[in-house]
């Protein structure tokens, strides 16, 4: 368990960013008065303590919904439960979450921003185009699309993107937020697998901090999310999971993505790297070998 010293001086180091620092300490005392005399002792020590009281300022508001959202208690998995009801408990909190605040419920760091979700959700963009995986014949999956930032953000820069989430709710607001983009679709799923979608259907699969419920909800739906992935995928296409999970473990996730992608025959190209200014999510990217789709193509001619 971290300190709120140990936050703040990561805060200070750079390590991570004032909306990141703010939420870690919201998440150690979901007491926003109590956040917001502690980042005001801090004063104006450094640049960070600087940045971190000035956004408390400017967002408040925001802060005192994240305390109270946290304080609803709502976010605690059950413990020993089976996938079904792991899967089911992601829908209630997801289903929850989303009616308090549409940005605060799919990154708890915008602090309920709007903006700074867009930034956060700008530096995702740069990130697949510097990959060169963005462009007008892409197709892609994004599993977990939450209110649709992604599909929203995306949908101009390739052919189409089809978001899929376990949460009612979420896809309603996925669905609001991308009206009239007619390359975006949206579909409720099941949160166990990725029927109907149809083999070899997509370019590109995107998670956006959605794996970490995957993991949550037990290691035998990650490893069956990870052969969906490698059949809806085309031979060669790619798998971009950004966040693994919360366990705050970055060695145990790189052994567990490898071992994943190993498993369901996925090139790991690069396994937990840290390109984000804003948010902290790693990243993990794998391409679908072509071994894996000669022996696919093989099972289901059986
Ligand atoms: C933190 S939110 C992120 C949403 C979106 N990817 C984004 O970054 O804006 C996690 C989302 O994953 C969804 N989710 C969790 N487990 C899932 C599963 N097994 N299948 C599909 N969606 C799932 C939740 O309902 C929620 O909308």
Not at 59 to 87: F, H, K, S, Y
Not at 222 to 243: C, H, Q, T
Request: with cysteine; charged share 25%.
């Amino acid at each position: 368990m971290k300190s709120t010293n140990e936050v703040v001086a990561r805060c200070e180091a750079g390590e991570i960013s004032p909306p990141m620092a703010l939420m870690e300490l919201l998440m150690l005392t979901p007491d926003a008065d109590v956040v917001g005399a502690l980042v005001d002792e801090l004063g104006r020590r450094s640049e960070g303590a600087a940045a971190m009281s000035d956004l408390f300022h400017e967002q408040e508001g925001g802060c005192r919904r994240i305390a109270d959202m946290l304080n609803a208690g709502v976010d605690r998995p059950p413990q020993g439960a089976t996938v079904e009801e792991g899967v089911a408990f992601c829908r209630t909190l997801f289903d929850w979450s989303v009616t308090q605040s549409e940005a605060a419920s799919v990154a708890l760091y915008s602090l309920g921003s709007p903006e700074l979700l867009l930034a956060a959700t700008n530096e995702i963009v740069e990130l697949l185009r510097g990959y060169g995986l963005l462009n007008p014949q892409t197709r892609v999956l994004d599993l977990g699309c939450g209110i649709g930032r992604m599909e929203s953000a995306l949908a101009a820069q390739v052919q189409h993107i089809h978001g899929v989430d376990v949460s009612g709710e979420m896809v309603a607001a996925a669905r609001r937020r991308t009206a009239g983009l007619s390359n975006v679709s949206v579909a409720l799923s099941s949160g166990l697998d990725l029927q109907p979608l149809r083999d070899s259907s997509f370019d590109l699969m995107l998670a956006v901090d959605s794996f970490p419920y995957v993991m949550q909800a037990g290691w035998e739906l990650a490893v069956a999310m990870f052969r969906e992935a490698a059949r809806v995928l085309r031979p060669g296409g790619e798998l971009l999971i950004l966040s693994f999970s919360y366990r705050g473990n970055r060695e145990q996730d790189q052994k567990d993505a490898r071992a994943l992608a190993d498993e369901s025959g996925f090139e790991l190209l690069v396994n937990g790297a840290l390109p984000f200014r804003v948010w902290n999510g790693e990243v993990y990217r794998m391409r679908r070998g072509e071994l894996q789709s000669a022996r696919h193509a093989l099972s289901s001619r059986r």
